[in-house]
């Protein structure tokens, strides 16, 4: 019933560590009645799904962390997350019938493809996004249930059909990537620039496990880390100053909040700038792993890697400046800065980011494991 090996134990710590840290730095109406159950949903149904032994049970966590989702007013997101949920059933149901195998696996692509948002199956991202409390969606998404399917019970299942498949995947999510950077560089609210983030970033976890290299296998499953803490961070952040001023979303242009916020300021530029991949941060040694094992088996890799992570910088940058510079602070509404429990949370983040980045020893032997075992299995050994 549960294969409690490496790859689950490092999940479910990491995921733990997430959801403690969304918790705390959550403003208190995201806490309440239905946002509570939200958050608690999103936990048991990925713990679930991570320590899964067999696809139904990885089933049965999937539905559990998208339940809360069945009802709402955006159609889109329930749609997609919906849609998702069928491909995953028809893969399991069929996964050992061997004269079923090609059908199963495209399934099973399909479903990952739509949990991921990966072009042109994107679309409900960003409407989630502007829409739905971002402290359980955070979580919904840095799951990354969907890469965790194609690591679990795709590549091990389906060998020949992922090693020879995976370079397809691989082309949709550079595309993904390249796509929403260009994207971000002219939108303007700041929702839907966190949502572009999210979406060219976290598509490198995917293209990096077409590499079929150890070096760049490890490389995606490190920057799952940095997408999945960093972003928390930075929704995390963005969320405490929607809950402090109304202002930041019904107000364009320069907002200059760090005028009297600037320990939220420090944390968000941190937290940004580790997602794409400043020196001396766990988002430059990911990018580096990613773009060397991208030289051996997976040029275009080498050359998509460096040309979003610069527009993500950019997009990054401006919504820097726009949301805590510009302003004299005796035009920025007096709004409070860090409290206790934020300050723990956000700290807890830049520590794993910059130290990680610093020491990255130790993170990478707890990645290596997997990434041998799928190295192998994409080889043919």
Not at 172 to 180: E, F, G, K, W
Request: charged share 10%.
């Amino acid at each position: 019933m549960f294969r409690l090996d490496s790859l689950a134990l490092v999940s479910m710590g990491s995921f733990v560590i997430l959801w403690a840290i969304s918790v705390a730095a959550a403003p208190r109406r995201d806490r309440e009645q239905s946002g509570l159950w939200e958050l608690i949903c999103l936990l048991a149904g990925t713990l679930m799904a991570y320590a899964a032994a067999d696809i139904y049970m990885f089933l049965a966590g999937w539905l559990l962390t998208v339940w809360p989702y069945r009802r709402g007013d955006q159609l889109r997101p329930r749609l997609a997350l919906a849609a998702a949920t069928v491909p995953l059933a028809v893969g399991a149901a069929l996964l050992t019938t061997p004269e079923y195998s090609s059908i199963a696996f495209g399934a099973f692509v399909l479903a990952i493809l739509l949990r991921k948002g990966i072009f042109p199956l994107h679309f409900w991202t960003l409407d989630a996004f502007e829409h739905l409390r971002l402290p359980a969606l955070a979580l919904l998404l840095n799951s990354h249930l969907g890469g965790y399917l194609l690591i679990r019970f795709v590549i091990p299942a389906f060998p020949a059909l992922a090693a020879e498949w995976l370079p397809v995947v691989s082309w949709l999510a550079l595309s993904t990537s390249v796509l929403m950077a260009v994207a971000g560089l002219a939108e303007a609210q700041p929702r839907r620039i966190l949502g572009l983030l999210w979406l060219s970033q976290g598509s490198f976890v995917l293209a990096g496990l077409a590499t079929k290299t150890q070096e760049g296998i490890t490389g995606a499953l490190i920057h799952w880390w940095v997408v999945a803490f960093a972003m928390t961070g930075l929704i995390s952040v963005y969320r405490s100053l929607e809950a402090r001023t109304s202002s930041i979303r019904s107000r364009s242009g320069f907002q200059g909040l760090g005028a009297h916020a600037p320990r939220l300021a420090v944390f968000f530029g941190v937290c940004g700038f580790a997602l794409v991949g400043l020196p001396g941060t766990l988002g430059f040694v990911a990018e580096d792993l990613l773009f060397h094992g991208a030289l051996k088996a997976h040029p275009l890799l080498g050359v998509a890697l460096p040309l979003a992570t610069a527009l993500n910088a950019i997009t990054m940058l401006r919504l820097f400046v726009t949301l805590f510079m510009g302003r004299r602070a005796i035009h920025v509404p007096k709004i409070p800065d860090a409290l206790p429990a934020e300050r723990i949370a956000f700290t807890a983040v830049v520590v794993l980011l910059v130290f990680g980045g610093l020491a990255p020893a130790l993170l990478i032997a707890l990645r290596d494991p997997s990434a041998v075992a799928l190295a192998r299995l994409l080889s043919g050994q």
